[in-house]
T-cell receptor, first 113, second 110 residues
Framework: SAVISQKPSRDICQRGTSLTIQCQVDSQVTMMFWYRQQPGQSLTLIATANQGSEATYESGFVIDKFPISRPNLTFSTLTVSNLSPEDSSIYLC??????????FGPGTRLTVL | QKEVEQNSGPLSVPEGAIASLNCTYSDRGSQSFFWYRQYSGKSPELIMSIYSNGDKEDGRFTAQLNKASQYVSLLIRDSQPSDSATYLCAVNRNGNQFYFGTGTSLTVIP
């Protein structure tokens, strides 16, 4: 399976600021996704990052709050904008394969003060 | 109704026993089914995929799928303390539609 890295691994941010998370894959992948995992909870899909076009957002998530870029088949960024303490969470990118399996990066732990 | 439901546990089993984890899903159109293991502070790790009715075995792990009853289970034989983790059931309905359960916490007691 692909090797996935995320940067930063963790950050502490002030309310009202933004954080951009990078996801790098060591091979070209078609399907790339962004998830949120709030403390003690399961994973919630934020959006599918589409190469060369706008991301596809799930219900409850909007582009203004979670802008996503996917400039090529190995890289994507997720920005969490106008941070509030409710955004404190772990953010995970994942990649999908032709069997619909998904493999996750190590995650970014965000704390908003 | 949630897309994917799991008992949150915690489930405790003695070392060497069989741990049985269960999951039900709501959409009969679901096509692919997965079990992930997540250690505390780590990201989920895929341990089993199953696509057709019946059993699929991989080492100490067996996944079972029953589409008619809309459930998926995971059996862990000869449980080890290192198996202590949260196990997430995931269901893929149609391409990018991927849903996770809330996870079952498993503790294997030495």
């Amino acid at each position: 399976s692909a090797v996935i890295s995320q940067k930063p691994s963790r950050d502490i941010c002030q309310r009202g600021t933004s954080l951009t998370i990078q996801c790098q894959v060591d091979s070209q992948v078609t399907m790339m996704f962004w998830y949120r995992q709030q403390p003690g909870q399961s994973l919630t899909l934020i959006a599918t990052a589409n190469q060369g076009s706008e991301a596809t957002y799930e219900s409850g998530f909007v582009i203004d709050k979670f802008p996503i870029s996917r400039p090529n088949l190995t890289f994507s960024t997720l920005t969490v904008s106008n941070l509030s303490p409710e955004d404190s969470s772990i953010y995970l990118c994942s990649v999908g394969d032709r069997f619909n399996e998904q493999f996750f990066g190590p995650g970014t732990r965000l704390t908003v003060l | 109704q949630k897309e994917v439901e799991q008992n949150s546990g915690p489930l405790s089993v003695p070392e060497g026993a069989i741990a049985s984890l269960n999951c039900t899903y709501s959409d009969r159109g679901s096509q692919s089914f997965f079990w992930y293991r997540q250690y505390s502070g780590k990201s989920p790790e895929l341990i089993m995929s199953i696509y057709s009715n019946g059993d699929k075995e991989d080492g100490r792990f067996t996944a079972q799928l029953n589409k008619a009853s809309q459930y998926v289970s995971l059996l862990i034989r000869d449980s080890q303390p290192s198996d202590s983790a949260t196990y997430l059931c995931a269901v893929n309905r149609n391409g990018n539609q991927f849903y996770f359960g809330t996870g079952t916490s498993l503790t294997v007691i030495p």
